[in-house]
């Protein structure tokens, strides 16, 4: 196990394609269900780093925790083909993880992509999903949230940053949705983000997945996925809000809420798109729902 409480692990998708998780484990063997954290679009398993050992622990509820890379993002393999990166076949590397991993149920915490990979994993794995939370997604996307991921993600910076000015650069890009951060926030954000590449900080994912967005415009139709919604509201449920989020609209959370009565909720005050839920509030909520539902084996 490395020093900072996680195993690592490595296993090819049904393609042949190397995958990379990783595995918080309690310190002692509990009844808890694992917990299962799939990061947003671009983003990789260490930003749950603080959340798993926090839910690994016996005041998060003893829970072993696992944190994925999707393919072409962390420590997963690029992917030729670039069709490849999709929600489908992205669903599919999830439940291939499962099997390697020996996970037959787990509560899954979705973060904006990885909520919408939870809509189609319920469609064609629902018995894996023994609860739901859903960071800053749901079966509505804001048009105008989407556009502000398109160009942060496609955006050159206007001179080569280093590991001093990297949390610098991160706050003046998002500072606006996230105005309450510490400095030591901002530095663990861009660990999460870059990878070292001779002492250079580089985003840790295939440029190919943002420039996916590049054809988006305003007009673009957005698929509604209600339906999908339906089938997870039939198994427990946490809805996260970031308060300046732009990409879960305060109505679309309304409407979840009125479709699934007993879906719990909470905002994440001062973040936008999308919450980091080790923070002081989201980690205390994601534990009380955890143990509130008596998600148990």
């Not at 992509?113 to 739901?132: F, Y």
């Not at 990297?166 to 990878?195: C, T, V």
Request: proline share 7%; glycine share 10%.
């Amino acid at each position: 196990m490395d020093e900072d409480g996680f195993r690592e692990h490595r296993f090819p998708a049904t393609d042949g394609l190397q995958l990379y998780a990783r595995s918080y484990p309690p310190a002692r063997p509990t009844a808890a269900l694992p917990v299962i954290c799939l990061p947003g679009l671009t983003r990789n398993s260490r930003d749950f780093h603080e959340l798993a050992n926090f839910l690994a622990s016996p005041s998060g509820g003893g829970h072993t925790v696992f944190s994925f890379d999707y393919r072409g993002r962390g420590g997963s393999a690029r992917d030729a083909d670039k069709s490849h990166y999709s929600i489908a076949v992205e669903t599919n590397d999830i439940i291939t993880a499962c099997a390697h991993l020996d996970i037959d149920r787990a509560v899954f915490i979705g973060t904006s992509r990885g909520g919408l990979i939870l809509h189609h994993l319920v469609g064609v794995a629902p018995g894996l999903i023994a609860g739901t939370v859903l960071n800053d997604i749901g079966p509505v996307i804001e048009i105008h949230g989407l556009l502000a991921i398109r160009d942060y993600l496609n955006k050159e910076p206007s001179e080569a940053i280093s590991w001093v000015t990297a949390p610098g650069y991160l706050k003046n890009l998002h500072g606006a949705d996230f105005p309450f951060l510490s400095d030591r926030e901002w530095l663990q954000m861009a660990r999460a983000i870059y990878r070292d590449q001779d002492d250079v900080p580089v985003p840790d994912f295939d440029p190919a997945i943002a420039h996916q967005l590049l054809g988006l415009t305003a007009e673009t139709p957005l698929p509604a996925l209600w339906l999908q919604f339906d089938a997870l509201s039939q198994m427990p449920l946490l809805g996260i809000r970031g308060q300046y989020s732009r990409v879960l609209s305060e109505a679309t959370l309304q409407e979840m809420s009125s479709r699934h009565p007993d879906m719990a909720e909470f905002t994440a005050l001062g973040q936008g798109h999308a919450p980091l839920l080790h923070l002081d509030g989201s980690r205390q909520a994601i534990a009380s729902f955890l143990s509130g539902y008596a998600l148990g084996r």
